[in-house]
């Protein structure tokens, strides 16, 4: 299910994208996050399992003219390197989020932020959230800010 127009725009927002960050959607589809979060000067990371969703968001970064500035990866996101992320987009399952947590606490930098769109994270309180109303009524798009690493955690 592809995250509505609307709801891009408030998910963008609320992760505040900078110039010079790097935004990793991990199970990007057609890459519409990456994409604006890309015209707002970020560098953007789409990560997919499927390779039809990495052609079509290939194919729709290049119409937007934001191709440059995105690396497209086939791959599994629990295994691709997230490091560099600045900002991680999720609208996964909720089993998918919490097996993730992991990932994020350990792999992401102190001041990363990770935005979901419908799940939580489980027993994570959000530092941010905010109710859109998506395609099956209103929805919630949480924040969570990762403030230290994970061995002070």
């Known amino acids: 299910e592809p995250t509505p127009p609307n ?3 408030e998910m963008v927002g609320l992760a505040g994208p900078r110039p ?7 199970g ?14 970020a560098r953007g990371v789409c990560v ?4 039809q969703r990495i052609r079509e968001s290939r194919a729709n970064a290049q ?7 995105i690396r497209f990866v086939e791959g599994d996101l629990f295994t691709t390197d997230i490091g560099d992320a600045d ?4 609208f996964l399952w909720p ?5 993730l947590r992991p990932r994020l606490r350990n792999g992401l930098k102190p001041g990363a932020r990770v935005i ?11 530092d941010a959230a905010l109710e859109v109303r998506g395609l099956y009524g209103l929805r919630t798009v949480y924040r969570w800010d990762i403030r230290r690493p994970a061995s002070a955690r």
């Open 7 to 9: 709801v891009v725009g």
């Open 95 to 99: 089993d998918l989020n919490l097996k």
């Open 87 to 90: 900002v991680v987009f999720l």
């Open 28 to 41: 990007c589809g057609d890459g519409r996050l990456v994409i604006a979060a890309v015209r707002r000067g």
């Open 48 to 51: 997919d399992i499927d390779p």
């Open 116 to 126: 979901s769109y419908v799940h939580d994270m489980g027993d994570w309180a959000p």
């Open 20 to 26: 010079g960050e790097t935004v990793y959607d991990l």
């Open 63 to 69: 119409a937007a003219g934001v191709a440059e500035r």
